[in-house]
């Protein structure tokens, strides 16, 4: 029975997007405007009016994300049957029912960033090319690009013309049968194989959309193309699609996301209802104030006004520090403020460009004795033991996975070493199985001593017992494998790391434990789908009392009362890649944009006049973002180690910068005394902190303060 108390209260956009109908509908929604409020409430009203569950689809990005919309769903009146997914985990589902149609095993393994590289540097051996010359992690981005791009082997190999084109085709091509050999899938796999399934396929394709009337994604603005193409043939039959998405929110350009899907929807559906969700229900008018200023200065978006429900609230803070100890040190206090005033460490989050910046925060919240958390999680899942542990598990329901198998047939140690190895792998060819196969044949290798050929066996069968019970608990079996396979007993006597090691296997299996709880029907291969598509943003755990550490990526969908956001400086954000086009630059913005709109009351900004980066302590210039924010910035550095500017203290001192005329026209050339000639590419006008970005006939683009940069003018 439908909660109908779910439809109250709600605002006359959001009603116009919660009980619209049949046909295609855009809601672009601001942060903090209820997204997921009208995401679920809508299902609810489409089952109200007649549509069984089971016809609808609601796609997400993140596991937090859709485990929340399901369980609003189920509050709102115990609507059970509509798939409520990411897009990764949506398409394993219908790559798994349709496995013979798009050409794999259902039991496909799903492979990590170690372990493709593994497999693209197979590749790259077996075409007689370098590893050096053709690095895995190179050789794999650039196949990752072709991937989202939906370009097959073939199509790129047809229009390969330079050398570089021409090998990394090949490339391709040994990498896509190395992954078929094992049974294995990368994550891009599992985008293009269903997109090309629903396209070439059209049974595959009428019987999804004739099940999934109803189509709604979420984050439409972070759908890369092939998401793109698999949304649009889901729906091309019932035009049923709601894309809801903010182009000011768009932050993943650089794994593929393109704003122009949200941008083009229009044009795509034509017959489309626009509804703009611009209340927001989060931040205090201070705060969208200055969000809404920074964000007007993108041009690539729709516009549309945050609109405050809440009143104005605290200033936004905006603080200057001598280098990263004093600015980490200055946070650790005002986090102890701020709970001295009542607030708890959970209230509070630190946002940060890049990863490295954590450490002088760590070390100062210490210091403190302030309890944290870095949200950084699928680092754990990258641990050795962990890494064993999922290889032996993972050969269980897929004995094709020969790269997780080499992992584990020696570890711990049993003695079998490259040559014995080598002589099973040989046998494989022979008989034309696989690996997994192989040893339960070594009977067969004259060649082969009698003891190795007992370790081997030993292994087969142990494996073998433990396949069956791929079907049921997960947690029982992962206990049993610690045990059983003596990885218990490696690291029983390995002293404190050793110790450390068997805390994170017994992590795993209470993770295993809390799967087995909360699923209908338990099952390894299931599990191993659900933590292989484990993303940072999963890992935050709000419950505990802790401050949050995350950079402003893994900020996206999350919201605190107390927000700080460090680093604001030129090279770290915006980060010195986005220099080298306007697009760039405009994401690193919206980025800033995310970081503000998740504070709640209290926001406080920070940069430093120097910072540490990559062992060397260099001079910061303050971000071209601080001028853009409505704060009144001035570029004023201060004096000694005060802050250069405080939103409490120095208020009245703020001001803009005045303006300047540009001294190098763009695309004019010019001299550094070190970096030699090249063009400039953009005058900033940031007064006395005014940079000129310059692209040098070297290939480095470079952000140059004015002042110091000693330019000269040269001859074209």
């Known amino acids: 029975m439908i909660d109908k108390t779910q439809f109250e209260g709600l ?9 619209h109908q049949e046909g295609p509908l855009q809601v672009l929604a601001g942060p903090g405007s209820g997204k997921t409020r009208v995401i679920t409430a809508r299902i609810a009203a489409l089952v109200e009016s007649g549509v069984f569950p089971y016809q609808i689809c609601a796609i997400t990005f993140t596991n937090k994300a859709a485990q929340e919309m399901r369980q609003r769903v189920e509050a709102g009146g115990g609507v ?8 990764h985990s949506f398409c394993v589902r219908v790559l798994r029912q349709y496995a013979d149609e798009a050409g794999i095993g259902k039991s496909f393994t799903i492979y990590d960033t170690a372990d493709q590289k593994k497999c693209v540097k197979e590749a790259v051996k077996a075409c007689e090319l370098d590893t050096t010359n053709f690095a895995p992690a190179q050789m794999l981005n650039a196949l990752s690009t072709l991937k989202n791009k939906l370009v097959s082997v073939q199509a790129f190999e047809a229009d390969a013309q330079d050398y570089f084109s021409r090998t990394l085709a090949r490339v391709y091509q040994r990498y896509q049968e190395i992954l078929k050999g094992h049974n294995a899938l990368d994550f891009d796999d599992l985008l293009v194989k269903t997109a090309f399934l629903l396209e070439q396929n059209d049974t595959v394709c009428e019987a999804l959309s004739e099940r999934f009337r109803f189509l709604l994604i979420d984050e439409y603005q972070d759908t890369n193309h092939a998401q793109y193409r698999i949304a649009k043939r889901l729906a091309a039959a019932h035009g049923n699609i709601m894309a809801t998405g903010d182009p000011d ?12 899907n949200i941008l083009a929807f229009e044009k795509d559906w034509p017959e489309a209802k626009i509804v703009r969700l611009e209340e927001n229900f989060r931040s205090s008018a201070a705060i969208l104030k200055v969000a809404d200023s920074l964000i007007a200065h993108n041009r690539h978006r729709k516009e549309k006004t945050l609109k405050p429900t809440k009143p104005a609230g605290r200033p936004v ?4 520090y001598e280098d990263e100890l004093e600015e980490a040190h200055a946070v650790a206090a005002e986090i102890q403020h701020l709970v001295s005033q009542g607030a708890t460490y959970n209230q509070v989050a630190l946002f940060y460009r890049v990863n490295a910046m954590s450490r002088a925060l760590e070390e100062a919240l210490i210091q403190g004795k302030i309890p944290y958390q870095v949200v950084r999680g699928v680092e754990f ?14 050969v269980l329901v897929n004995p094709e996975d020969e790269v997780s198998l080499l992992r584990i047939i020696n570890t711990p ?4 070493g490259k040559v014995t190895l080598d002589k099973v792998k040989a046998l494989s060819l022979r008989t034309g199985g696989t690996l997994y196969q192989a040893l339960g044949q070594v009977e067969q290798l004259d060649a082969l001593a009698k003891a190795p050929k007992g370790k081997i066996l030993a292994f087969y069968h142990m494996m073998e017992q433990f396949k069956r019970d791929v079907e049921g608990p997960v947690a029982p079996l992962a206990q049993r494998v610690i045990e059983e396979a003596g990885l ?5 006597h390995a002293g404190e790391e050793g110790q450390d090691a068997l805390d994170n296997l017994e992590e795993l299996v209470n993770s295993a434990a809390r799967y087995d709880q909360q699923a209908e029907e338990p099952g390894l291969l299931d599990y191993l789908q659900e933590i292989s598509l484990f993303s940072d943003a999963d890992t935050y755990d709000g419950s505990s009392n802790r401050v949050a550490l995350m950079t402003l990526h893994a900020a996206k969908g999350l919201e605190f009362p107390h927000a700080f956001i460090l680093g604001l400086e030129e090279g770290i954000l915006p980060h010195e890649r986005s220099v080298e086009s306007e697009d760039d630059l ?8 995310v970081g503000v709109t998740r504070a709640e009351e209290n926001l406080n900004l920070s940069y430093v006049r120097y910072r540490t980066v990559h062992g060397q302590t260099i001079r910061s210039i303050p971000s071209q973002f601080l001028y853009e924010l409505g704060l009144g910035f001035s570029g004023s550095t201060g004096q000694g180690r005060k802050p250069s500017l405080s939103g409490q203290t120095r208020s009245a001192r703020r001001r803009t910068a005045p303006k300047q005329d540009a001294p190098f026209t763009d695309g004019e050339l010019v001299n550094h005394a070190k970096f030699g000639l090249g063009r400039v590419q953009k005058f900033t006008d940031m007064g006395d902190n005014s940079i000129v970005t310059v692209s040098f006939n070297s290939g480095m683009t470079k952000n140059l303060m004015l002042k110091f940069a000693k330019l000269e003018k040269a001859q074209n």
């Open 11 to 19: 605002t006359p956009s959001q009603s116009q997007a919660v009980f």
């Open 80 to 87: 059970r049957g509509a798939w409520i997914s990411t897009f």
């Open 249 to 260: 929110q768009s932050i993943y350009r650089w794994r593929g996301a393109d704003i122009q």
């Open 317 to 320: 803070k905006l603080n200057g």
């Open 381 to 394: 899942y990258n641990r050795k033991e962990i890494k064993d542990l999922l290889a032996y598990l993972k």
């Open 413 to 416: 140690a049993r003695g079998l």
């Open 488 to 492: 218990e007993g490696l690291f029983r």
């Open 586 to 593: 405009e994401e690193e913005r919206r980025l800033l944009f």
